[in-house]
Each structure stands twice: as structure tokens, then as C-alpha cells.
């Protein structure tokens, strides 16, 4: 099942990239089909970064629930969960873009295993019409022709580190998914908690001393650690697996950062634009309301009176 929808269109997308471009190579078959997946998943990208945003916005609106219910930890659930209803904000959507890509992380390593170990059975995962390209019908006949060096100089079948030899095209690879991840990461982080947010190890030490902590302090924390922690690791996954990998994550990283920004100014566009909208002051409109209803109010006695004083000297 996993072959049939996972791998097995992973497959043929990057084979069909590679037989219908002269002159391509793997690498520039996984930076296409990369550029491609991130292009697919660029509404659920902005989904994912506006749920991001609604989340810091309500974080004033959270904290006083939790000041609220501090005692009553199931009404500050329910009254949580009723403000998330409320916005339309879900906190588990932030994470759907990531749980979406392990399949396809997966998926393609497989591919490449595939094209690196298992040549052989480039024909039984080929779709039946793509067979009649020609490229895709001499590879199929002649396996071993298959050109899995990228840009005419990194292979990509190899690992960065592997028997105690370090290959330096990919190392280099490794340390750029660490270095864009980082700024990905950065990059949806407000910028006033990056000035004001303090570390766990100073929320822990006030929790040892008996200080009761901040839930969102305690959870703008973790994710700054995060912002840290998770390049670290993958660098250390990226030099363990074949270079191929390493080029689809060093691209998606390339092309999301710029998804990203583009994302965010435009985010930044429509609150400038709702800046400049003038501010009604509800206390003020309501003094006013109750101005004009007041005068006119005096107005019409004003009348009356004047239409009764008309009405008696008619009289006498």
C-alpha cells in the first residue's frame, strides 16, 4: 500500500523529470520535483503559519484564562478549547505541513534506494505510459546508464560520513539544512518574545524554588531550545544519509524560507493596512451617541414648548 501511493508516484515523478529534460541529471530531477512538492504544499505552508500567528496573538487571552482558572484545570481546558473554536485556530495544524513530508521523506528514500541498489526494478515501478519515453525506455533496458551524479560532481548515492570517510560535496549539504532550518525556524519567531522570552533553566530554577511557572513562558521557551536543538540534529541525520536526501532537504529548506517571507510581508501588509483604519473608541462613540440623543431630545421639547406657548396665546 505504502509503494503503491507513496513511493511508487515519488518514483515516477522523478523519473519522468529525468527523461523529459535534456541533459538532466538526478540533481537536477530532486531540485525540480523538490521545487514542485513545496509549490503543492504552499496553501497548507500558509495555513500553518497563519495558525502560528493566531496562536501568538491569543497568548494574552490564554494567560488570563489561566490566571482565571487556575484552581479548576478542566474550566481552563474547556474555556481554552472555546476560545480556539472562537478564532478558528487548531494547535495541532501548525504541525500538519511536517507530519505531511515524513511520508515523502521516507518515500523517497526509498526511491533512492531503488536507483542506487536496485536498478533492476526500475521497470516494475515505472508507470506503463512513461515507458514510451525514451530516455525512460533505454534506462529500463540499460539500468547501469542512470547519471546519479548531480551537477557533474556530487554523488548522490553516497553518505557524508560513512566508514571513517568523510565526503566533503555532501558534509558541506548537511551543514546548509542546518543553517537554513535554523532561519526557517527564526524567521516564524515574534520578534518581541525573542527579545523579552527567558530560558528554561531560569523557569526550572524559579520551579525548584517554588515559584509556580507560566505555561506560555514555559512553552516560548521549549521552542526557542527547539529553534536550536533541531538543526543540531539534522545535521547529524543529513551526514548519515545518502546525498540525495540531503539535497531535497537543503532545497525544500531554500524554497520554504522564501515561501515564508512572502507569507509574512504579506501578513505584515494587512496589519499595516488595518493600522491605518481610524480607531473608534467605544466609550467615546457611546458619550457621543448619548450626546446627540440628549439633543435631540431638547430639540424636540424646545419645539413642543414653543408649538404650546403658539397654542395658547391663539387661545386668549
Known amino acids: 500500500m505504502f509503494d503503491s501511493l507513496i513511493v511508487q508516484p515519488i518514483f515516477n515523478l522523478l523519473i519522468f523529470i529525468y527523461g523529459v529534460i535534456p541533459g538532466a541529471d538526478f540533481g537536477v530531477a530532486l531540485v525540480l520535483f523538490t521545487i514542485i512538492v513545496r509549490f503543492a504544499m504552499y496553501p497548507l505552508l500558509k495555513k500553518q503559519l497563519h495558525q502560528s500567528r493566531s496562536m501568538q496573538r491569543l497568548q494574552p487571552e490564554l494567560k488570563r484564562i489561566q ?3 487556575k484552581d479548576n484545570p478542566q474550566l481552563q481546558g474547556a474555556a481554552m478549547m472555546e476560545l480556539y473554536k472562537k478564532h478558528n485556530v487548531s ?4 504541525i500538519l505541513i511536517m507530519v505531511i513530508q515524513i511520508p515523502i521523506f521516507i518515500g523517497l528514500f526509498q526511491v533512492i534506494q531503488i536507483f542506487s541498489l536496485h536498478r533492476d526494478e526500475i521497470g516494475k515501478f515505472t508507470y506503463e505510459f512513461l515507458k514510451g519515453i525514451p530516455v525512460i525506455h533505454d534506462l529500463i533496458k540499460t539500468p547501469d546508464s542512470f547519471n546519479h551524479i548531480a551537477f557533474g560532481f556530487i554523488d548522490l548515492t553516497k553518505n557524508a560520513y560513512s566508514h571513517g570517510q568523510i565526503y566533503w560535496p555532501l558534509l558541506a549539504l548537511a551543514v546548509i539544512g542546518a543553517v537554513t532550518q535554523y532561519i526557517m525556524a527564526k524567521q516564524t519567531m515574534p ?9 528554561m533553566r531560569e523557569i526550572m530554577s524559579e520551579a525548584a524554588d517554588g515559584k509556580k511557572h507560566d505555561q506560555a513562558e514555559m512553552n516560548q521557551a521549549l521552542s526557542g531550545n527547539m529553534v536550536k536543538i533541531l538543526p543540531v540534529m ?3 541525520i543529513m551526514i548519515s544519509l545518502p546525498g540525495a536526501l540531503a539535497v531535497y532537504y537543503v532545497i525544500s529548506n531554500l524554497v520554504g524560507m522564501i515561501q515564508q517571507r512572502n507569507i509574512l510581508k504579506e501578513d505584515v501588509i494587512e496589519m499595516e493596512e488595518i493600522a491605518e483604519e481610524p480607531v473608534i473608541n467605544p466609550i467615546k462613540a457611546k458619550n457621543q451617541q ?3 440623543r440628549r439633543a435631540s431630545e431638547a430639540k424636540e421639547a424646545h419645539v413642543t414648548k414653543l408649538v404650546a ?3 395658547k396665546r391663539r387661545k386668549f
Open 191 to 199: 520578534t518581541a518574545a525573542n527579545k523579552k522570552r527567558r530560558t
Open 309 to 311: 406657548k403658539d397654542s
Open 290 to 292: 448619548e450626546a446627540q
Open 67 to 69: 490566571a482565571q482558572h
Open 234 to 236: 539534522m545535521f547529524f
Open 91 to 94: 494547535p495541532w495544524r501548525s
